[in-house]
Structure formats: structure tokens, C-alpha cells
């Protein structure tokens, strides 16, 4: 055998012509990244304070805090009657009085010490009464889907 038997003949093959083009690209102009002016500045957005805990607020998580500590002792605990009862003592308090109650009672959960402390800042209390509200809400709607 012989290549020429191997080799296909260039008649197979038509309607191909193989052309040697070299490909140049086209010149790119160079463009600079500049942002519209008017589009910046309507992004702008001012950071908003988030509002002030009422005073219902606070007390439902001093509250709550109160049935967990006793919760977490151990405790078997009637939570509506204490409810009733730290609701009845802090009525009538200023807002200032309850913050600083919260601050003496409320105790949040420290990740790095795995210890429960008391909170050092609204911040905390407002965590920690979010936290306290979707807990309610989620059983809240529980007991009224059943």
C-alpha cells in the first residue's frame, strides 16, 4: 500500500478551498469609565436612625427575659401570671426608668464567651426584642391556625 491509497483525493472534498487570511482586529477606541452625574447623585441615600423602643416594647422584653432566665434555672414557671405581674410594676415608669431596668435585667446570649451577660446598649435591647417578637408572633399564629 501506498499513501495515495490512504490519502483522500482532493475531489471528495468540494467546494473548499483553504484561504489563508490573517485576521486583524479592528482599532478599539480606548473609552474611559464616567459615571452620569445625574445617576450618582439620585443613589444617594441618608442613613435613617431606627425608631426609638416604646415603652410597651421595652417592658415585653424585660418580660420575656425574666421567663427565660427562669426557664433556663430550671424553674417550672405560671409565665402569664408573671407576665401579669412585671406589667402591673412597670406601669407608669418614664421611658429613661424602663431603659435602665432593661439594662439591669435583660441578658443576651455572648457568642465568644458562651456566656449569657447583660446587654451594654439599645442596640442589644433591640435585638434582643425582635427576637422576643417573632417568637410571639410565630406561636401567636400557631394557636390561631390550630
Do not use: C
Not at 487570511?21 to 441618608?46: E, I, M, N, R, W
Not at 408573671?82 to 435602665?100: C, F, M, N, P, V
Request: aromatic share 12%; glycine share 2%; no cysteine.
Amino acid at each position: 500500500m501506498t499513501y495515495t491509497n490512504y490519502a483522500p483525493a482532493v475531489t471528495q472534498v468540494q467546494g473548499y478551498v483553504p484561504r489563508m487570511q490573517s485576521y486583524t482586529p479592528a482599532p478599539a477606541s480606548a473609552q474611559k469609565y464616567t459615571p452620569l452625574l445625574s445617576q450618582v447623585s439620585g443613589q444617594s441615600k441618608t442613613v435613617t436612625s431606627p425608631k426609638a423602643l416604646t415603652e410597651a416594647q421595652i417592658v415585653f422584653t424585660i418580660v420575656n427575659s425574666e421567663i427565660n432566665k427562669f426557664k433556663r434555672q430550671g424553674q417550672n414557671i405560671d409565665a402569664k401570671a408573671i407576665k401579669l405581674t412585671y406589667q402591673q410594676y412597670y406601669a407608669g415608669w418614664s421611658k429613661q426608668q424602663l431603659l435602665q431596668a432593661a439594662y439591669a435585667l435583660v441578658e443576651i446570649y455572648d457568642q465568644h464567651t458562651k456566656q449569657w451577660r447583660l446587654i451594654a446598649n439599645e442596640q442589644e435591647l433591640r435585638s434582643k426584642q425582635v427576637q422576643f417578637s417573632k417568637r410571639y408572633h410565630y406561636f401567636k399564629n400557631r394557636r390561631a391556625a390550630a
